[in-house]
Structure formats: structure tokens, C-alpha cells
């Protein structure tokens, strides 16, 4: 990849304290590619690199091969209004800025907690704006049901998930790690899962406010 060191050393950090990583521990998931994409100055994906179609034909996510959304808006991509907002402040500081932006987000599967870093940067001499997301750690865990998309579902009911610490909301009593989320709602007695909302948790939320501050 010529383009590497555009991503080597980025200058802002988010999130890293929450699941305390070390930015610079040796990288659990290094041997597998980043997955890549960039956008251009009206935000529509013109690149797609790295480990994209693999990573989705893995998550069983084949509608968002590089030959389908190659040339499609990013936001149509994007699930939940909030989500979408924290990711346009955080285009609008790279943009403005054209200092890289990095932080953590979670993107796990049934059988594993997958610790990925994202980091976004500009290119200095064309609009191009690049994501590379890298996993960094990944933990084995018992199969969770609810973040499988290939179990059943029941359309009447939601629970909103967070896109960056993957935590899930339990009524008033807060956000929790998933398989804390399902023993408080009891979703191991249901027949079918419920449908996953995503969102952004009012203390990832905080913090990237904080950071773009
Ligand atoms: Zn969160």
C-alpha cells in the first residue's frame, strides 16, 4: 500500500481510554488487512481497498460489496440519525483541520469482540478523505445471538446498540456489554431476537464532543 504512511502517525486520539488500549501495543489483528474506503468532497465513496469485500462476505454482508456501494453516498451507508451526525463533526474537523483523526470503535460479531481503529485522514493535495479501520484486538466469546443478522428476528421489537462501544441500552438503568445487556432484558427466553437500532451512548457521544471541542 503506497499510501501507508498517510496513516502511520495520526495526531488526535479518541476513545482509547475506554477500552484501555495502548495505541502502540503490538496489534492482536495486524496480520489480517485494514479495510480502506475513501470518499470525495461530496461525500459519495470513490475508493475501496484493503480487506472491504473480504470483511463483508465474512459478516454476511455481501449487499455492501465494493461493486455495490463504489460511487454511492457514504451516508447511505450509515445506520441511525446520530451516528451519522457524530461522523459528519468528525469530517468537518478532518476537512477544516486536514489533521488526521483516530479513536477505537467496536464492531463485533457473534463469536468475538472486535476492537478496530479507525482513522480518518485528508489528503493534502486532493479532496480525497480516506478511512482505514485496522483491527487491533479481538476477544473469543460465548456465541451471542442478538449481533448474529443470520438469526431470526421479531420486527416488533428494538434495542438501540451503540456503533462505537457497541454497548447496549437496558431501559433507564444504562448501557451494557451485550451479553450483560441480554441477561437484564432476558432475551435468551425470546424465540427471535430482537432488531438492533444504532446509536450513539451518551458517554461515547461526550467524549467525541470533547475531543472535537
Ligand atoms: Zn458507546
Redesign the pocket.
Known sequence: MNESKNYAKPHESILPK?YNINMNEPRTGQSQPPVIYGIDERDRIVLIDGAWDAFAVANHAEHVISSQVLHTSLWEHCRGAMVEQVYRNLLQRVRVTKRPIEFIY?CDAPERRRFIRMCITKREDQPLITFMNQIVREELRPYQALLDVTAPRRSDELVAM??????VRVDESG?YEVEDAIAALKLFERDACPEITHT??????ARSEAELA
Do not use: A, F, M
Not at 162 to 167: D, E, H, P, T
Not at 200 to 205: D, R
Open positions: 475506554v467496536r451503540c456503533s462505537w462501544c457497541n454497548k448501557w450513539i451512548c451518551p458517554s461515547c457521544l
